[in-house]
């Protein structure tokens, strides 16, 4: 096989441009004389004056010698490892091996399956060209790709890591000033204190100086009299003495006690700020090898689909909430739904009944549902602040906020839970993206330190689009608000002139097919937008359409529309879109 193997690179080698003389050749023997022939037996250059020479120098071989330009025209077949001198022109199939006549004569490979060496030669050379051809075209310009990647992630990688320690900077930065005005505020307090202190001494001395001038004025006029012989001044004296004797009260400030807190350096990190760890996943399913096939199998974008001219009701599902708001397809056949009570229903699509009902745990109605990519219904219950997963329909706390309410949530294609939430006060709202229980990342402003979204009693949902935007419907400032996966702002989107109704754009549900478009459902206006992912206005959904609320699409971009229909709570489903 080593020297079949040798056999096909060497014929390969001759086919390629790559590898051919771009120089005058020189004979190998006299190395003076211009190249005229080739020994394909010896694979040696050869002048016409020294092909007699290369002959005679080993006449056991049966050298064949050409014209240069005809060099590498003569197999070369391998020698035989059993039979001196002998040339292996078979190939035995069983034994995987070259064989000479010889051999093939001999009871060793007697009933084996005996080919030309030369076809089986070609098949190897085929396939080897293949491979070649497919290690230059594919395998190759693939792992250029990932190595690309690679290096853009390590640059992206440097970038959030430098994005980081600014953030703990600005934070350290914060609760200096936090602390310098502590310190401040507390040598006020010394001053202010001090300073009553002080004044209170002094109007003591100032009591005290008088005192002693009125006792100094008493014995300057006691000594006039003690030195008269008036007998009668010295019965006109009134002594103060008696008052004299009763000294003041002795007035003794007391400083307060300086008390540092006691603190561990251990507790201090912990309320300072704290570090998620970090990892290093590995994916094999990750990369996929680069294709030159035009098919939509060979890339990773959906089928080209448009929108219909007219879309279609095509099946009608009657719930038994007072209210219906929420719905989230579990799949083409299934979709759960939520209300104004506190139980989560999951609905046949094509049968329209009843399948299953789930109960929140607290007993509260959930804000708002989802379904994550291994089928688990989540749910948000704001009254007790926490994001719930339902599996194998037990209800599992994955979330607890403090300080914070939770209101729309979805599960992105990574398997993230995202979070659009409210503060207590109603005076601040953000998006958070959690892996399991853990913060991963917030977005609440934009580039100018600016609110991305208006803060306020108003109905919040979000989805993730399917080249990675975060969508969110912010009711508050009429609004769709897109950001990219990094949280930069990407636009806005404020509605289209003129609505159905002429009436302010009133948003509710929202979500997005696989062509990247973003649908959200417009309360006041009984009709829901489609936007292109830049937020161009393509059309409205308006037909037959009344208050609808919430909205989700399934993996034939159907979509499922929940809406009041006769004053009673239904989900439509819709097709607007058809394969092109």
Known sequence: MAAIAIF?????????????????????????????????????????????EHISKDESKDHKVVKFQFRKSTPLYPGCNHHVKERCEMYCNQCDIPVCVYCITSDQHQGHKILPVMQVCEEMKDKTIKERNELNETIYPTYQDIASDVQNRMSQLEKEYGDLSTAITKHGEDWHREIDKLVEKLKAEVDEMKNTQLQTLQKHLDEINKTMSDIKDEIDSVEMVIDTNDLSKLF??????????????????????????KFEVDEVSKLFASLSSSSLTSDKHGYSMKTTQKSPEAGSSPPVKQL????????????????????????DEEIWTRGNDKTMKLYSINQGSLLKSITTKSGNKPYDIAVTQSGDLVYTDKSDRTVNIVKNEKIEEVIRLQNWIPRGVCSTSS???????????????????????????????????KPLYLSGLYNRYITENRNLDIC?????????????????????????????????????????????????????????????????????????????????????????????????????????????
């Open 8 to 52: 096909i690179v060497l014929q390969i080698s001759a086919m390629d441009p790559r590898t051919s003389a771009q120089d005058v050749m020189r004979c190998d023997l006299c190395e003076t004389a211009v190249v005229q022939m080739h020994c394909d037996t010896c694979l040696v250059n050869l002048c016409k004056s020294c092909v007699g």
């Open 236 to 261: 006109s004296v009134e002594s103060s003495i008696h008052a004299y004797r009763r000294l003041p009260h002795k007035i003794m400030p007391s400083l307060p006690k300086f008390i540092p807190g």
């Open 308 to 331: 219909l001219d007219e879309p279609e009701t095509v099946t009608t599902i009657h719930t038994g909430y007072g209210h219906l708001y929420n719905v989230s397809c579990l799949s």
């Open 415 to 449: 398997g993230d839970l995202l979070v659009i939430m409210d503060s207590d006060d109603f005076k601040q709202t953000k998006v958070v993206r959690y892996s399991g229980s853990t913060e991963k990342q917030t977005i609440q402003f934009d580039d100018q330190d």
């Open 472 to 580: 969110v419907s912010d009711s508050q400032a009429e609004a769709v608000v897109v950001v990219n996966q990094a949280g930069k702002l990407r636009f806005r989107y404020t509605g289209h002139t003129p609505a159905p109704k002429n009436e302010p754009f009133n948003l509710r549900g929202i979500t997005t097919d696989s062509q990247s478009h973003i649908l959200t459902a417009d309360h006041l206006n009984d009709c829901v937008h489609i936007i292109d992912q830049n937020g161009q206005f393509l059309r409205y959904i308006d037909s037959g359409l009344s208050e609808p609320w919430g909205l989700c699409t399934d993996t034939n971009d159907n979509l499922f529309v929940a809406h009041t229909k006769n004053k009673t709570e239904v989900i439509i489903k819709i097709k607007y879109m058809h394969i092109k």
